[in-house]
């Protein structure tokens, strides 16, 4: 069983940053798709960004340019570094990590992210 916990989600003003971390208790963390998702109560969960085995990313639109997804694997760790934040960014993020096209699958419990004045 692979374990995944995240870190680094707090309270930000508008404007402000936040660098949110995953780590994935695996030594075969190089061969995992890494993904943040943010989920909003009432709301359904939404894929924010993703990199895959070779570098790929993606992201969803409205964090193109503000939100950068990067990967660690030697240190067995997904970053999500988080610039000019908005109020519409505040949500439970979540890391997933992923592998044979999904299915071998894993969730952390999340961190918190609140953006307010």
């Known amino acids: 069983q692979v374990q995944v916990v995240e870190s680094g989600g707090g309270l930000v003003r508008p404007g402000g940053s936040l660098r949110l971390a995953c780590t994935a208790s695996?030594?075969?963390?190089?061969?995992?798709?890494m993904a943040w998702y943010r989920q909003v109560p009432g709301k359904q969960r939404e894929l924010v960004a993703l990199?895959?085995?070779?570098?790929?990313?993606n992201y969803t639109d409205s964090v193109k340019g503000r939100f950068t997804i990067s990967r660690d694997n030697a240190k067995y760790t997904a970053n999500l570094q988080m610039n000019s934040l908005k109020p519409e960014d505040t949500a439970l993020y979540l890391c997933?990590?992923?592998?044979?096209?999904?299915?071998?699958?894993?969730w952390g419990q999340g961190t918190q992210v609140t953006v307010s004045s």
């Open positions: 997933h990590a992923a592998r044979n096209n999904g299915r071998v699958n894993y």
């Open positions: 695996t030594k075969l963390f190089s061969i995992y798709t």
């Open positions: 990199i895959n085995t070779v570098g790929f990313t």
